[in-house]
């Protein structure tokens, strides 16, 4: 909130953590621009209120696992909002590599978390692969390519990690190429204020 945006808007579905989050909001001076939903994103996109008709849009999707993301409400989101940028975290250690084979080992009739963030179930016809890295990778590129088909281009990946392991990627997603732009000056200054050679 310390940036010039002119409208936020929170969505957080745990009612004990839209309250907390409510108290952080109103303690910054712009509270009077910003709204806390406490209710699931995924509803308030099929009911049709997160749609903004005016402005440019910035929407930071940050689940704790790839179930809370479903394909279906992502493209509904991004499809209602034509000036619209993705910062998102791909949550693939917890979400995807630690339960590869719990995917793989599912019934055909069982849905996973997995068939609800492709939004397909065309994973289980792949050939099985050697790691389970290289299935996640699999499955992000899968991901990746059904924004490509909305239009977006995706700029280079983040890996953010906890005590030297892989935890989940950072990645912005936009129609736009000035975001790519953008992000590229961004990632080259770290948390210290000191620039990186790509």
Do not use: C
Not at 33 to 42: K, N, Q, S, Y
Not at 74 to 94: E, G, H
Not at 106 to 133: I, N
């Amino acid at each position: 909130m310390k940036h010039d945006f002119t409208k936020f808007v929170f969505v957080e579905s745990d009612r004990n953590l839209a309250s907390a989050l409510k108290e952080r909001v109103e303690a910054q001076p712009k509270a009077e621009l910003a709204a806390v939903i406490p209710r699931d994103w995924t509803q308030e996109v099929g009911v049709g209120r997160l749609t903004f008709a005016k402005g440019l849009v910035v929407a930071f999707v940050d689940p704790t696992g790839i179930k809370q993301v479903p394909w279906e409400a992502m493209k509904q989101l991004l499809t209602n909002n034509p000036k619209i940028d993705i910062l998102a975290t791909l949550q693939y250690a917890m979400g995807i590599t630690l339960n590869v084979y719990q995917y793989l080992d599912s019934g055909s009739e069982q849905t996973t978390a997995l068939d609800t963030f492709l939004g397909e179930r065309d994973w289980r016809g792949w050939p099985r692969e050697v790691t389970d890295a290289a299935f996640t990778i699999r499955v992000i590129n899968r991901w990746v390519e059904k924004l490509g088909a909305l239009g977006f281009q995706g700029s280079r990946q983040i890996t953010v990690e906890a005590n030297g392991s892989p935890l989940y990627r950072l990645a912005l997603f936009s129609r736009h190429p000035k975001a790519d732009e953008f992000w590229r000056k961004i990632i080259t200054i770290d948390e210290s204020g000191q620039r990186e050679l790509l």
